[in-house]
Protein backbone atom coordinates (compact mmCIF):
# COMPACT_ATOMS: atom_id res chain seq x y z
CA UNK A 1 0.00 0.00 0.00
CA UNK A 2 0.90 3.56 -0.66
CA UNK A 3 3.38 5.16 2.19
CA UNK A 4 4.72 8.05 0.61
CA UNK A 5 3.35 10.00 -2.71
CA UNK A 6 3.38 8.93 -5.97
CA UNK A 7 2.39 5.14 -4.66
CA UNK A 8 -0.27 2.80 -5.59
CA UNK A 9 -0.75 -0.70 -4.26
CA UNK A 10 -2.78 -2.99 -5.52
CA UNK A 11 -3.28 -7.09 -5.67
CA UNK A 12 -2.01 -7.82 -9.17
CA UNK A 13 0.00 -7.01 -11.84
CA UNK A 14 0.16 -4.02 -13.56
CA UNK A 15 0.88 -5.69 -16.66
CA UNK A 16 -2.22 -7.17 -19.15
CA UNK A 17 -0.58 -10.39 -20.23
CA UNK A 18 0.07 -11.76 -16.96
CA UNK A 19 2.33 -15.12 -16.99
CA UNK A 20 1.14 -16.36 -13.98
CA UNK A 21 -1.61 -18.51 -14.99
CA UNK A 22 1.32 -20.69 -17.27
CA UNK A 23 3.42 -21.17 -13.64
CA UNK A 24 3.20 -24.64 -11.97
CA UNK A 25 2.71 -27.97 -13.43
CA UNK A 26 -0.77 -28.71 -11.64
CA UNK A 27 -3.96 -27.18 -12.49
CA UNK A 28 -4.37 -26.34 -8.97
CA UNK A 29 -1.34 -24.09 -8.70
CA UNK A 30 -2.36 -22.07 -11.80
CA UNK A 31 -6.18 -21.79 -10.72
CA UNK A 32 -4.27 -19.85 -7.46
CA UNK A 33 -2.05 -18.37 -9.46
CA UNK A 34 -5.07 -17.02 -11.51
CA UNK A 35 -7.34 -15.87 -8.63
CA UNK A 36 -3.99 -13.93 -7.04
CA UNK A 37 -2.69 -11.50 -10.36
CA UNK A 38 -5.85 -11.38 -11.90
CA UNK A 39 -6.49 -7.12 -11.51
CA UNK A 40 -4.98 -4.07 -11.44
CA UNK A 41 -4.97 -0.26 -10.64
CA UNK A 42 -3.79 1.95 -13.08
CA UNK A 43 -1.29 4.35 -11.17
CA UNK A 44 -2.17 7.70 -13.41
CA UNK A 45 -5.83 6.67 -13.77
CA UNK A 46 -6.28 6.25 -9.89
CA UNK A 47 -4.70 9.24 -9.04
CA UNK A 48 -6.94 10.96 -11.37
CA UNK A 49 -10.26 9.48 -10.67
CA UNK A 50 -9.53 10.18 -6.81
CA UNK A 51 -8.88 13.53 -7.36
CA UNK A 52 -11.97 14.49 -9.08
CA UNK A 53 -14.28 12.56 -7.03
CA UNK A 54 -12.43 14.68 -3.92
CA UNK A 55 -13.35 17.69 -6.37
CA UNK A 56 -17.39 16.86 -6.46
CA UNK A 57 -17.78 16.19 -2.81
CA UNK A 58 -19.66 12.61 -3.96
CA UNK A 59 -19.27 8.92 -4.03
CA UNK A 60 -17.60 7.70 -7.19
CA UNK A 61 -20.02 5.21 -9.26
CA UNK A 62 -19.57 3.00 -12.17
CA UNK A 63 -19.69 4.40 -14.77
CA UNK A 64 -19.35 2.81 -18.59
CA UNK A 65 -17.86 3.45 -21.49
CA UNK A 66 -18.43 2.27 -25.30
CA UNK A 67 -16.16 -0.62 -24.45
CA UNK A 68 -17.59 -1.18 -21.83
CA UNK A 69 -21.19 -1.12 -22.31
CA UNK A 70 -19.99 -3.73 -25.71
CA UNK A 71 -18.30 -6.44 -22.52
CA UNK A 72 -21.20 -6.28 -21.18
CA UNK A 73 -23.34 -7.36 -23.55
CA UNK A 74 -21.50 -10.20 -24.97
CA UNK A 75 -21.13 -11.33 -21.15
CA UNK A 76 -25.28 -11.24 -21.26
CA UNK A 77 -25.10 -13.36 -24.34
CA UNK A 78 -22.92 -16.05 -22.55
CA UNK A 79 -24.58 -15.73 -19.87
CA UNK A 80 -21.88 -14.42 -18.01
CA UNK A 81 -21.89 -11.60 -15.51
CA UNK A 82 -20.09 -8.43 -16.77
CA UNK A 83 -17.72 -6.07 -14.88
CA UNK A 84 -19.84 -3.48 -14.83
CA UNK A 85 -22.02 -6.20 -13.07
CA UNK A 86 -19.51 -6.78 -10.30
CA UNK A 87 -18.94 -3.06 -10.09
CA UNK A 88 -22.65 -2.03 -9.83
CA UNK A 89 -23.24 -4.99 -6.88
CA UNK A 90 -20.27 -3.71 -4.74
CA UNK A 91 -20.37 -0.46 -5.67
CA UNK A 92 -23.70 -0.14 -2.97
CA UNK A 93 -24.38 2.93 -0.09
CA UNK A 94 -23.58 1.04 2.77
CA UNK A 95 -20.22 -0.66 1.57
CA UNK A 96 -18.42 1.90 4.19
CA UNK A 97 -20.58 1.15 7.00
CA UNK A 98 -20.00 -2.72 6.32
CA UNK A 99 -16.51 -2.11 6.48
CA UNK A 100 -16.70 -0.46 9.52
CA UNK A 101 -15.90 3.33 8.02
CA UNK A 102 -19.43 4.55 7.53
CA UNK A 103 -17.51 8.61 7.22
CA UNK A 104 -16.20 7.45 4.28
CA UNK A 105 -17.03 7.29 0.61
CA UNK A 106 -16.12 5.16 -2.55
CA UNK A 107 -13.49 7.22 -4.20
CA UNK A 108 -13.07 4.87 -7.48
CA UNK A 109 -14.96 2.14 -8.61
CA UNK A 110 -14.91 0.50 -12.21
CA UNK A 111 -15.58 -2.75 -13.58
CA UNK A 112 -13.83 -4.60 -16.02
CA UNK A 113 -13.75 -7.43 -18.21
CA UNK A 114 -10.52 -9.73 -19.31
CA UNK A 115 -9.36 -13.48 -19.48
CA UNK A 116 -6.48 -15.55 -18.42
CA UNK A 117 -4.84 -18.42 -19.69
CA UNK A 118 -2.16 -19.42 -21.40
CA UNK A 119 -1.02 -18.03 -25.27
CA UNK A 120 -2.95 -19.58 -27.83
CA UNK A 121 -4.98 -21.72 -25.71
CA UNK A 122 -8.18 -21.35 -24.30
CA UNK A 123 -8.95 -18.60 -22.01
CA UNK A 124 -11.17 -18.30 -19.38
CA UNK A 125 -13.28 -14.96 -18.18
CA UNK A 126 -12.39 -12.99 -15.25
CA UNK A 127 -14.59 -10.09 -14.83
CA UNK A 128 -13.83 -7.94 -11.88
CA UNK A 129 -14.61 -4.78 -10.09
CA UNK A 130 -12.64 -2.46 -7.90
CA UNK A 131 -13.91 -0.12 -5.61
CA UNK A 132 -11.41 2.25 -3.35
CA UNK A 133 -12.28 3.83 -0.57
CA UNK A 134 -9.62 6.07 2.28
CA UNK A 135 -9.36 3.39 4.32
CA UNK A 136 -9.92 0.21 2.51
CA UNK A 137 -9.60 -1.30 -0.90
CA UNK A 138 -12.20 -4.02 -2.19
CA UNK A 139 -12.16 -5.74 -5.03
CA UNK A 140 -14.51 -8.50 -6.19
CA UNK A 141 -13.55 -10.95 -9.21
CA UNK A 142 -15.46 -13.92 -10.98
CA UNK A 143 -13.53 -16.66 -12.40
CA UNK A 144 -15.06 -19.13 -14.30
CA UNK A 145 -12.61 -22.14 -14.59
CA UNK A 146 -15.09 -24.96 -13.84
CA UNK A 147 -12.60 -26.16 -10.73
CA UNK A 148 -14.19 -26.50 -7.18
CA UNK A 149 -12.74 -24.59 -4.33
CA UNK A 150 -12.77 -27.75 -2.54
CA UNK A 151 -9.07 -28.46 -1.31
CA UNK A 152 -7.45 -24.88 -1.80
CA UNK A 153 -7.28 -24.38 1.83
CA UNK A 154 -4.32 -26.66 2.12
CA UNK A 155 -2.26 -24.80 -0.89
CA UNK A 156 -3.22 -20.79 0.81
CA UNK A 157 -1.44 -19.44 2.89
CA UNK A 158 -3.28 -19.07 6.46
CA UNK A 159 -6.29 -20.56 5.19
CA UNK A 160 -9.65 -21.79 7.24
CA UNK A 161 -12.94 -23.29 5.48
CA UNK A 162 -15.80 -20.74 6.05
CA UNK A 163 -19.30 -21.17 4.62
CA UNK A 164 -21.10 -17.67 3.01
CA UNK A 165 -24.39 -17.56 2.45
CA UNK A 166 -25.00 -21.19 2.66
CA UNK A 167 -22.10 -21.49 -0.16
CA UNK A 168 -18.55 -22.76 0.54
CA UNK A 169 -15.45 -20.64 0.97
CA UNK A 170 -11.95 -20.32 2.18
CA UNK A 171 -10.32 -17.29 3.67
CA UNK A 172 -6.63 -16.61 2.82
CA UNK A 173 -4.23 -14.33 3.16
CA UNK A 174 -2.24 -12.80 0.49
CA UNK A 175 0.61 -10.24 -0.50
CA UNK A 176 -0.24 -6.85 -2.13
CA UNK A 177 2.03 -5.20 -4.80
CA UNK A 178 3.62 -1.99 -3.47
CA UNK A 179 4.22 0.11 -6.90
CA UNK A 180 6.37 3.49 -6.36
CA UNK A 181 6.21 6.26 -9.20
CA UNK A 182 8.91 8.93 -9.46
CA UNK A 183 6.90 11.58 -11.13
CA UNK A 184 10.07 13.37 -11.41
CA UNK A 185 12.27 10.60 -13.20
CA UNK A 186 9.17 9.19 -15.18
CA UNK A 187 10.03 5.65 -13.29
CA UNK A 188 8.28 3.39 -11.37
CA UNK A 189 10.01 0.17 -9.23
CA UNK A 190 7.64 -2.76 -7.00
CA UNK A 191 8.29 -4.26 -4.02
CA UNK A 192 6.18 -6.22 -0.84
CA UNK A 193 3.14 -4.32 -0.04
CA UNK A 194 0.59 -5.37 2.76
CA UNK A 195 -1.32 -8.05 3.56
CA UNK A 196 -4.51 -8.43 1.93
CA UNK A 197 -7.29 -10.81 2.88
CA UNK A 198 -9.46 -12.89 0.41
CA UNK A 199 -12.48 -15.00 0.63
CA UNK A 200 -12.95 -17.62 -2.33
CA UNK A 201 -16.09 -18.45 -2.64
CA UNK A 202 -18.09 -21.27 -5.00
CA UNK A 203 -21.09 -19.81 -7.23
CA UNK A 204 -23.09 -22.67 -5.81
CA UNK A 205 -23.88 -24.48 -2.63
CA UNK A 206 -22.44 -27.71 -4.67
CA UNK A 207 -19.29 -26.40 -5.42
CA UNK A 208 -19.75 -27.56 -8.90
CA UNK A 209 -16.82 -25.36 -10.25
CA UNK A 210 -15.71 -21.81 -10.96
CA UNK A 211 -15.87 -19.52 -7.84
CA UNK A 212 -15.87 -15.40 -6.77
CA UNK A 213 -13.42 -14.18 -5.04
CA UNK A 214 -13.40 -10.96 -2.89
CA UNK A 215 -10.40 -8.91 -1.73
CA UNK A 216 -9.71 -6.30 1.47
CA UNK A 217 -6.52 -4.62 1.57
CA UNK A 218 -5.95 -1.14 3.63
CA UNK A 219 -3.93 1.68 2.30
CA UNK A 220 -2.36 2.39 5.83
CA UNK A 221 -0.20 -1.42 6.02
CA UNK A 222 -2.51 -2.16 8.43
CA UNK A 223 -3.96 -5.73 8.66
CA UNK A 224 -7.26 -6.07 7.39
CA UNK A 225 -10.69 -6.87 9.16
CA UNK A 226 -12.19 -10.19 8.54
CA UNK A 227 -15.13 -9.56 9.97
CA UNK A 228 -15.57 -6.23 7.89
CA UNK A 229 -14.52 -8.95 4.88
CA UNK A 230 -16.95 -11.62 6.08
CA UNK A 231 -19.77 -8.72 6.31
CA UNK A 232 -19.60 -7.49 2.54
CA UNK A 233 -19.57 -11.05 1.60
CA UNK A 234 -22.85 -11.88 2.81
CA UNK A 235 -24.93 -8.83 1.84
CA UNK A 236 -23.13 -8.46 -1.82
CA UNK A 237 -22.47 -11.18 -3.22
CA UNK A 238 -26.30 -12.98 -3.01
CA UNK A 239 -26.86 -9.54 -5.10
CA UNK A 240 -24.92 -10.57 -7.99
CA UNK A 241 -26.35 -11.68 -11.01
CA UNK A 242 -26.61 -15.54 -10.98
CA UNK A 243 -25.82 -16.24 -7.56
CA UNK A 244 -27.67 -19.04 -6.59
CA UNK A 245 -29.38 -18.68 -3.40
CA UNK A 246 -29.62 -21.80 -1.23
CA UNK A 247 -33.00 -22.93 0.10
Known sequence: MPE???????????????AAPEKGPNPWAQAIAALVVVGAL????FVLQK??????????T?????????????AKAARRVSGTQLCTALNRADLPTLLGTPRE????????????????????????????????TVQ??????????????????????????????VLYSTQTI?????????????????????LIVAPDAKDRGGSYE???????????DDTALLRVAQQVLPTIPGWTTTG
Open 105 to 136: RALTAYGSDGSVGPKGGKQIPTPEATVQLDTY
Open 178 to 198: AIRFDLGGGKSETGPGSVARA
Open 4 to 18: APGTVGTVGDMSEDV
Open 62 to 74: CSADDEDRKADAA
Open 140 to 169: LSRSYDHLPIAGTADLLSEAREQTVAGHPA
Open 214 to 224: LTIWRQDRMRP
Open 51 to 60: NDAKADDKPA
Open 42 to 45: GGAL
